[in-house]
């Protein structure tokens, strides 16, 4: 073991890990073994926030491949539902009942449709929420291409 390994295995000790945001002893925002994430007190780099999207993409390509329907979309289309997963989170994406249904009718029209309008006929609350990324997923799945904004 070297000095470095030493050294880890020594902070991960005093540290301890929590994997979840919670405040130190001196009320700071800290995360892992003792991370802090405050603004003002450095916040995360890029490349951590760059490896925290990659591991979310990763879990949510696997929530996603639980659709039987998933895997027979196109890479765009696959994005999409991804995209909204990452977004709302399983539970949430799972109460889009009649865009499911349209997805796995290869419906994509319909899908798009779903994906902004509400039960009332107007638009979705996800839609209102997240505003122009709604409508650039929605055409997306429509289209079955990329966008760009």
């Not at 405040?23 to 916040?43: M, N, P």
């Not at 696959?78 to 249904?101: R, T």
């Not at 309008?117 to 799945?141: D, F, H, P």
Request: proline letters at 1%.
């Amino acid at each position: 073991m070297d000095e470095t390994d030493k050294l880890i295995k020594q902070l991960k000790r005093h540290e301890g890990c929590v994997l979840h945001e919670y405040k130190d002893h001196l009320g700071y925002s800290t995360i892992g073994y003792g991370r802090l994430i405050e603004a003002e007190k450095g916040g995360i780099s890029e490349a951590e926030a760059e490896y925290l999207l990659l591991n979310d993409v990763s879990k949510f390509i696997k929530e996603a491949s639980q659709f039987e329907w998933f895997e027979g979309l196109n890479e765009p289309r696959k994005a999409v539902i991804v995209n909204m997963l990452f977004n709302l989170g399983l539970y949430n994406f799972n109460k889009f009942l009649k865009f499911k249904q349209a997805v796995a009718s290869r419906d994509f029209e319909e899908a798009a449709k779903q994906m902004v309008t509400g039960s009332n006929g107007g638009k979705s609350l996800w839609a209102k929420q997240v505003k122009g990324r709604a409508y650039e997923l929605a055409k997306q799945m429509e289209t079955g291409k990329w966008q760009q904004s």
